[in-house]
Every structure is written in C-alpha cells, then in structure tokens.
C-alpha cells in the first residue's frame, strides 16, 4: 500500500519556513561580527556556519522527498556554497553575507509558492541562483594562484559599486575626498552621485567637519585590490564598501524577492503546543470526565439527603471548567518573539538602504499574548520600527556633529503590566519636530493655524489620516499612509497606542495589548435595566458620591472631587439613553476607572459582581458604538455590552454628556455634546 505523502507537506513547510527564519538570523549574527578595522571580512564562526548549513541541508533533503524540485535545487546550491565557507575554501564578506540573506529569501519565496500554489518571480530567483553559482571563484582569496586569476579579470570590463562614506573628520588629517575620487577616476568610467542626507541645518553646520559621503559606479579593467589601494590613507577615516555589479541580465533588486514574499499568505493556520501545556489540558478533562460521572450517579438516584453532595458537585464542575478555560487560553498564548524575530532583518535592510548604523535591542521576547494579537500585531510593529529607522535615526555625519555614537539604538521591549502586554520602541534619535508638525498639520488643513496645543497634543497629530511631513515621497514614507493604519489595527485588538518624544533625544512608541481577545475577567454593573461590562484591569475603587464633592464649571462637564483630584464624571444613563433607576447621583455609585494615566468616574446605578465573559466582536454583528468595544452573552441568555473605557475616559475629558435621539428599542450610538445642561443632585 502507498504511502500518502501529502500528509506530511504542512510539516515541511513549517519546518523549512522556521529553519529559513533560523538562517536568517544566524547570518545577521554573522554580518554583526564584522572586524571593526573598516575591511569587509567578516569573523566566520564555524558554528554559526554549521548551524546555516544544517538548516540548508534540511530543506534540500526534505523538498527531494516530497518533490519539490524547484525548492531542492535551489537549495542545493546554496548548500555547495556554504559547504565553501565552512571547510575555509572562501571567506564570507558583506557582498557574501547579502547574496546568502537574499538566497533565503528566494528559498521562503519558492516554499510558500509551494504550499499555496500561487506563482513566484522565477527569473528573479534564477538570477539569484547565477549569482550563488559564481561565488566561489568570486570570492576574495589568499593564494598566489588566485591572486593571479584576481590580476587576469583586470583584462575584462568590470562594473564596480563603491560606497565611500569619510567620517566627520576627514579634513582634520589633511585629505581631500575631491582628490582621491580624482585619482579613482584614473581607473576607469566614473558616474558619482553625492549623498547630502547629512548635511545638518546652516546653524548647526561645522565648516571643518565633512557631511557628504558618495556613491561610485566605476567601469573599467581594475580589480578590487587597485579600487582599495587608492582609499589606503584614508582608510581608517572612512566606511568603505566595495562590490562587483553582476552581470547584464542578471541585475536583482533585493525588493523584488522581498515584495513577493509579503505579498503571499504566510499564516499556515497552525498552532504547536509544547508538551507540557498538552498534559495540564488533559489532566484537566480528565478531573472533569470524574466531575460528570459523579453528577450523574447524583442525579439518576436524586433525594434531599444528598443536597449538599450536589452543591459540592457543582462547585467542583465550576473549578474544573475555570481550569479547562486557562488550560485551553494558555495554549492560545505565544512568546511574543513570533513576531519580533522578523524585525531584525527589516532593520539590516533598511539601515544599509537609508546608509544609516543602526542596532536593534530587543527585550522581553518570551512575553506570551494570544496568537490572535500576534497575527494582527506584525504589520503595526513593522511600520513602527520602520518609521524609527526613516525619521528617527539621523545620518551617522549628523550623529557625530551632535555628539551622538555613530551607531543609533532602536530598543524593543516587551513586559506585562495589569493585565496588559506593553510593548516599547525607543529610539535615540533626532525626536519630534512640533513646530515642523504643527506647520504641516495647519498647512493640510489638519487643525486651524490658531489652535493652542500642547506638545503631547502636537505630537498626536502624526496618527490623523493623511498626515506627513516627508518632503520627497519613497518606496519608505512620505505617502501620508500609515500612523492612523497603525492605530486603528492596534484599537482594533483592544489595545492604544502613546507617543512620548524628547528633540534630540528620542521618541518612544508604547503600545498597550489585552492579554487576549477571547476572554474577559469583568466586572458587570446596573443601569436603569441593563448591564453592562467593565474590564476588571481598569478599575481603580468604586465610591459612594456626597452632594458636595460634585461641582460643574461654567460651560463645561460635571467634576467629581477625590483625595484633593477633580475626576470627570461621565453618567452612563445620559450617554447611552437609557432611564437611571434614579436621577438622584446619591443613590448610584461612581466607580472611578483609569487607562493611559488618564481616570474618569462612571455613574452607575449599581454593582452586580465580578464574571469571566466571552467577548463577541459588535462591529462583525452590528457596526461600531463608541463606549462599547465588544459585547456578550450572560448566563441567562441576554446580550450585555462591554464599555470601552479608553473611549469613555476620551469622551469624559472632552465633556460628552448626552447622546443624539434614537429610534426606541435601537442601540444608540454616542454624539459628543459639549455644554449640555446634565442632570443635577437632587
């Protein structure tokens, strides 16, 4: 009987894709292990090689059994190629190290088109394959035999890409860039184009600093060793990067593999669970499976005299379920690294491209959330990270005039906190620009030109719709998309989104995450005739209210004073037009809430105790209420709203007070009405 190998593909391709993420991130550790003396050999662990390795040999085998032949010779290229580097036939360089991170990304690409049968950019990665091909007799070598095959490619044209990058003090040792790209000159064609990006403001500027750096295209019959001969005296003073241009037709754009993979569904709908987890779930269905028998015994020979061992039942039924409930969540929940692993790579790229020196500090990884946050969490935490690196990171000439290491920081942090996951990303670099903010805002008709705002409020304009103060618009930024995406996706996980920013310091991004999007410890409260949910993490106490702690300024909402802080107070009945048991505010209670450092007071009638719910998404069944964030199903069978309270708190301090008219028996949503005459204490 034949074996159905099918069976056995989802396993590959989730194998193959972790050990492509593996690959990936030892030969970013590689890259990191550079000499510090400005030559490109790198320090060649033989670990981290062979780990590379087995990872390549793994898939070449697995994709020959399962008939992936696409993937197999692909990857049996790259295998000879690392087989090279790790018994010392070639030395890996930064031009080496690229074309192997570009080779695992034709790897992920032709696997994904494997499993989901859509097509790949086959003449790219073919390129690709050329290239890897021709690395052996490429690559930069120590023998007499091959130093006389280096001086024989002199014979041929060449095509040579220089990034000649001077540091700030360049001039101060008595060289001139103007003069060694002149005697460049005499080795061939040149075509240079100045890099300007860190030329600092005319205030700032230093006339015996160097700010330029240049890109060189040179064609000619040279060799690598003449190109770097020419840079010897200032070799020490510079970053120098010197690579061959392949040849005509097989010319690659690192986006093209790039955009292909993002634009192929990678989610394989799978979840692993270590073993542990597995055991704690059937130890508890197996406590339950006893639960329910006992139950049944009590109930097919039922009598007054075991009352109390049918009580006992159902509280043990109650503690088995709880348990069964945390077993399955805790199977749910994923190190947050899932997600922070693909960051490394988008900063080795976009830091090469932007030629910015750039280190990544992640923290906190093993921090576990839901998958369902993970899956939805990857395109925010990117664009974050990526708008650190553009417009946070400055230029390394702009670093050092400002007294700034050349290499800026970007730190990834994650940690759990009420309940909550918090995740930061700090940079070091130039800040925020208000003024540069606020101009643009008034300039695309954002805000007035006459609007007060403080800088927290001036820094929250970069999350509205359309907002950029890019002046040239790129493949990176400048499209006046993104922020308000960013926001919206993270609202939409229940979470918010801060900005904290110090100019010439830095800026923080910290975003705030449920636990989960499934369950929710709760706290359920009365008013008129309905019940509502409020999340437990973000009750503070809840207080009886005296006449006199309550007051309303002139034109504004009703203040609620507590230990000498003035609180807005925000009464549900009002805002979702609903009749209060009394319009007496001495008769309710107030429970005072907090989120974002920011508390407000909620007037209810009353407390009806604290519940785990299930959170049912309204917008899917409804549309959006503002206030509410979800709803959910009680045990009596009736639909009770969860209260949004970030939302609430937002409409509390800009002094909602009573919703427009709705038809009867429709949910209302809220209008913000500033001003309105609120109900007084009797």
């Known amino acids: 009987m034949a074996i159905d190998m099918r069976q056995f593909h989802q396993t590959f391709f989730e194998e193959s894709l972790e050990g492509l993420a593996g690959m990936e991130t030892e030969l970013l550790r590689l890259e990191q292990a550079a000499d510090g003396d400005g030559h490109e050999t790198l320090a060649a662990d033989p670990e981290i090689l062979n780990t590379i390795f087995r990872a390549a040999h793994s898939i070449k085998g697995g994709s020959s059994t399962f008939g992936f032949t696409e993937v197999a010779a692909f990857a049996h290229v790259l295998e000879s190629r690392l087989d090279s580097l790790r018994d010392g036939r070639s030395q890996p360089d930064r031009r080496v190290v690229g074309l192997l991170l570009l080779s695992v990304d034709c790897l992920r690409s032709l696997i994904i088109a494997a499993r989901t049968g859509k097509e790949t950019n086959l003449n790219a990665i073919e390129a690709v394959r050329l290239q890897l091909e021709r690395l052996e007799s490429d690559a930069p070598v120590a023998t007499a035999k091959e130093k006389k095959q280096s001086s024989s490619e002199a014979t041929k044209t060449t095509r040579w890409n220089v990034r000649f990058h001077p540091q700030a003090r360049m001039f101060h040792t008595g060289n001139d860039p103007l003069r060694i790209l002149r005697e460049l000159g005499d080795l061939g064609e040149l075509k240079v184009t100045a890099d300007t990006t860190g030329l600092p403001s005319w205030e700032h500027m230093n006339p015996e600093d160097c700010y330029l750096s240049w890109n060189i295209e040179l064609t000619g019959n040279t060799t690598r060793e003449a190109i770097a001969e020419v840079f010897n005296w200032v070799m020490d003073d510079c970053r120098l990067d010197i690579s061959q241009q392949p040849a005509a037709g097989t010319v690659l754009s690192s986006r093209t593999i790039a955009e292909a993979v993002a634009s192929m569904d990678t989610n394989a709908g799978t979840l692993r669970v270590n073993v542990p987890k597995v055991d704690a779930l059937i130890n508890t269905v197996g406590e339950l499976v ?50 922070f692993n693909r960051l490394p790579r988008l900063v080795h790229d976009m830091s090469q491209k932007l030629d910015k020196k750039v280190e990544l500090v992640i923290s906190g990884e093993q921090t576990e959330i839901d998958k369902t946050v993970i899956d939805r969490l990857i395109d925010p935490l990117l664009h974050l990270v990526r708008n650190s690196l553009d417009h946070g990171i400055e230029p390394p000439a702009v670093r050092s005039a400002a007294g700034k290491p050349l290499t800026g920081t970007i730190e990834l942090k994650a940690y759990q906190k009420s309940g909550n996951v918090i995740i930061e990303i700090r940079d070091d670099g130039r800040g925020l620009h208000h003024d540069r903010i606020f101009a643009k805002a008034v300039e695309r008709g954002l805000i007035p030109a006459d609007a007060k705002l403080t800088s927290d409020e001036i820094a929250e304009l970069i999350f509205l719709p359309g907002f950029s103060t890019a002046e040239v618009v790129s493949d990176i930024s400048g499209r006046g998309v993104g922020m308000d995406v960013v926001r919206n996706n993270i609202h939409s996980l229940g979470g918010n989104v801060e900005i904290t920013s110090r100019a010439g310091q830095g800026t923080c991004f910290i975003v705030r995450l449920p636990l989960t999007l499934a369950i929710l410890d709760g706290l359920s409260v009365q008013v008129g005739t309905h019940t509502y949910i409020l999340p437990l993490v973000s009750i503070i106490e809840s207080v009886r209210i005296r006449p006199e702690q309550v007051s309303r300024p002139a034109g504004g909402g009703e203040l609620f004073g507590l230990r000498k802080e003035y609180l807005p107070l925000l009464r549900l009945c009002d805002l979702f037009g609903v009749a209060p048991r009394s319009a007496d505010l001495t008769q309710g209670l107030l429970v005072i809430v907090e989120t974002d450092g920011k508390k407000a007071g909620l007037y209810v009638d009353d407390l009806l105790g604290q519940q785990q719910v299930v959170i049912k998404s309204l917008e899917t069944h409804y549309r959006k209420v503002d206030g509410i964030s979800a709803a959910t199903i009680l045990g009596d069978g009736t639909v009770a709203m969860i209260l949004d309270v970030a939302g609430l708190i937002r409409m509390a301090h800009a002094g909602a007070t009573r919703p427009a008219e709705t038809p009867s028996g429709r949910m209302p949503g809220v209008t913000t009405h500033t001003g309105v005459n609120a109900p007084v204490i009797n």
Request: hydrophobic fraction near 45%; charged fraction near 20%; aromatic fraction near 8%.
């Open 290 to 339: 006893i639960t329910q028998t006992m139950l049944s015994q009590l109930a097919s020979n039922f009598s007054f005299d075991n009352i109390s061992r049918l009580f006992a039942g159902i509280e043990q039924l109650e503690r088995n379920t709880r348990e069964l409930q945390e077993s399955v969540m805790r199977i749910r929940m994923l190190p947050l690294s899932f997600a």
